[in-house]
């Protein structure tokens, strides 16, 4: 009868595929976290310049020979200050939700020397929709507007797309709102919240922007090396595990 040696048991591959991608997951996760502090470094000096020019006094918005191009990004919630005619005929009222209350933000167009600037007048609730239910300044007047610099609105799950045609607005987006109305040109790609009040009446409520830049980088960059350490350690215990069957 033949004999057969007894077969040396195989080191199982798995454990070092394992090995690997606790490895190469642990240096992922660091990556992600140093990441999240560039991030964090980035938000905190966001904040502290749209904190600066909020407070700072008002200047000229952009000027019309620079609207091509022009990132409203760059300039957000800078202190402006503009003059020029409302035309109230042409305002659109796109829904808001704010700390009054659900209601209409009323977008107005303004025009100026270098062309129309949409200005947030101001919140008003479903009972003063109609421009008719709301005391204003005469479309004849020229006016002073200070005010926050706006970029566009943008949608996303909890705000959805502008429907023209029926006349539902949804999202402050100045082009859209002049393609709907008749509004000389040109446009600034910019809207302007207005801070005080500038009609006669009390609505529209003014000066409810909302400035509010979510910070949890911090949070998130501890959560990456704490994956991180996690992934290290499961890592020792595959090796620790090696070194024993070895043995």
């Known amino acids: ?15 070092w595929a394992l090995l690997a991608f606790f490895l190469v997951s642990a240096a992922g996760f ?20 749209v904190d600066a ?28 200050q503009l003059r020029g005619r409302f035309l109230h005929s042409q305002e659109v009222a796109v829904y808001a939700s704010t700390e009054l209350g659900p209601g209409y933000w009323i977008m107005t167009p303004l025009v100026t020397g270098d062309g ?16 008719d239910t709301r005391a204003r300044v005469s479309e004849d007047d020229v006016i002073s507007v200070t005010g926050l610099l706006r970029q566009p609105d943008r949608a996303h799950l909890f705000l959805r797309d502008n429907v023209p045609d029926e006349d539902r607005w949804y999202l402050r987006v100045p082009a859209e709102m002049s393609a709907a109305r008749s509004v000389p040109q040109p446009v600034a790609p910019f809207f302007v919240d207005a801070q005080d009040r500038i009609d006669t009446g009390n609505w529209p409520v ?3 922007t909302v400035i509010r830049f979510p910070d949890n980088h911090l949070s998130y960059a501890l959560t990456w090396f704490g994956m991180a350490v996690l992934a290290l350690l499961a890592a020792g215990f595959v090796l620790r595990s090696e070194f024993r069957r070895g043995r």
């Not at 000027?63 to 760059?74: I, K, V």
């Not at 129309?116 to 421009?131: E, F, K, Q």
């Open 206 to 208: 003014p000066g409810l």
């Open 53 to 80: 020019r909020v407070h700072a006094d008002p200047v000229a918005p952009p000027a019309a020979s620079a609207w091509n191009g022009f990132d409203a990004a760059e300039d957000e919630y800078r202190r402006v």
């Open 116 to 131: 129309t600037v949409w200005i947030n007048r101001g919140y008003v609730d479903n009972a003063h929709r109609r421009a």
């Open 30 to 49: 660091v990556a992600l976290g140093v990441w999240q502090v560039d991030r964090l470094g980035w938000k905190r000096d966001l904040i502290a310049r």
């Open 1 to 15: 009868m033949e004999n057969h040696a007894p077969a040396r048991p195989r080191r199982p591959l798995f454990r």
